[in-house]
């Protein structure tokens, strides 16, 4: 019995009118080549997000819609929830 496992990005998503990037990561593990279990987790990245650690796919996509407008207006809403 030879188990292996892998974790593959195999959703993101842009939600939301300040483009949130949802993420969601699978893990699944074979027995000799079938796989007998997936589990999901996933995470959400802010237009204010710090983006580095992440896979270039991810910020390839961060960069094509955190534009500087949208992350201007998330900043703005912030500041409002601030008051």
Do not use: W
Request: net charge negative; proline share 1%.
């Amino acid at each position: 019995m030879a188990l292996t496992e892998s974790t593959i990005e195999d959703k993101i998503e842009v939600v939301g009118e300040y483009k949130f990037v949802q993420v969601r990561t699978a893990r699944v593990i074979y027995d000799n080549g079938t796989e007998i279990s997936r589990s999901f987790s996933r995470h959400v990245i802010a237009p204010d997000a710090d983006v580095s650690g992440e896979s270039a796919e991810v910020q390839a996509i961060a960069a094509a819609v955190h534009t500087d407008e949208v992350k201007a207006a998330y900043a703005a809403h912030i500041a409002a929830q601030q008051v």
